[in-house]
């Protein structure tokens, strides 16, 4: 059973940065795709970021392109979101979530995904 749990979520001024984590147990991440969502109040849940399972590739919405990066780092198990220049429309629950099944090119359908953390709450302030 592949668990995730994301932490460094929090309050942060608009233009200040982030670093999100996603952090796996029960399994190794670099079996798996992982993507990063997120969710605001009366959204839909969209794909920021995702990373193939050998780190290779990476893609990012249009919204994180130049702002956001993501990393994994195998030997801690964990994947990162780092974040910056962050605005207020960048307020949400974010998401990372792991695919079993492994596309050439990860990409940002919830439907791709099959283990999901709990979310981690980001909040940007003007």
């Known amino acids: 059973q592949l668990k995730l749990v994301e932490s460094g979520g929090g309050l942060v001024q608009s233009g200040g940065s982030l670093r999100i984590s996603c952090a796996a147990s029960g399994d190794s991440l670099d079996v798996y795709n992982i993507g990063w969502f997120r969710q605001a109040p009366g959204k839909e849940r969209e794909g920021v970021s995702c990373?193939?399972?050998?780190?290779?590739?990476?893609n990012y919405a249009d919204s994180a392109t130049g702002r956001f990066t993501i990393s994994r780092d195998n030997g801690e198990n964990t994947v990162y979101l780092q974040m910056n220049s962050l605005k207020p429309e960048d307020t949400a629950v974010y998401y990372c979530?792991?695919?079993?099944?492994?596309?050439?090119?990860?990409?940002?359908?919830?439907?791709?995904?099959?283990?999901w953390g709990q979310g981690t709450q980001v909040t940007v302030s003007t």
């Open positions: 979530a792991a695919a079993t099944r492994l596309f050439r090119t990860c990409g940002f359908s919830t439907n791709e995904y099959d283990y």
């Open positions: 990373i193939n399972s050998r780190g290779g590739t990476t």
